[in-house]
Nanobody, 125 residues
């Protein structure tokens, strides 16, 4: 599967952005999906994850209550709605797909096999 992110940009603190990740192929609904981010000089870490059906979601503590992950299997797309953005949210955001996880979301980075090219999110103070 090929993944293409969009929706990044420059926003002021307190603002919102919605990231989209479009997947190719007809088997999108068989993948658990995740959004990761990587700031300069730091590791790439999981921000949010969603199960194949969309019924289960996971959020890293720092984004709980501010970010929402969702998916539309009919459109082969996963979204990340980001509200109340903070300067520390500045990073390159990547979507990723995992075949492992069963009915649950996947939190292990090494279980994600397919990655997008990333989209830059910059939050100014």
């Amino acid at each position: 599967v090929q993944l293409v992110e969009s929706g990044g940009g420059l926003v002021q603190a307190g603002g919102s952005l919605r990231l989209s990740c479009a997947a190719s192929g007809r088997t999108f609904s068989t993948y658990a999906m995740g959004w990761f981010r990587q700031a300069p000089g730091k590791e790439r870490n999981l921000v949010a994850a969603i199960s194949r059906s969309g019924g289960m979601t996971y959020y890293e503590d720092s984004v709980k209550g501010r970010f929402t992950i969702s998916r539309d299997n009919a459109k082969n797309t996963v979204y990340l709605q980001m509200n109340s953005l903070k300067p520390e949210d500045t990073a390159v955001y990547y979507c990723a797909a995992s075949l492992n996880g069963g009915i649950y979301y996947q939190t292990r980075k090494d279980e994600y096999k397919y990655w997008g090219q990333g989209t830059q999110v910059t939050v100014s103070s």
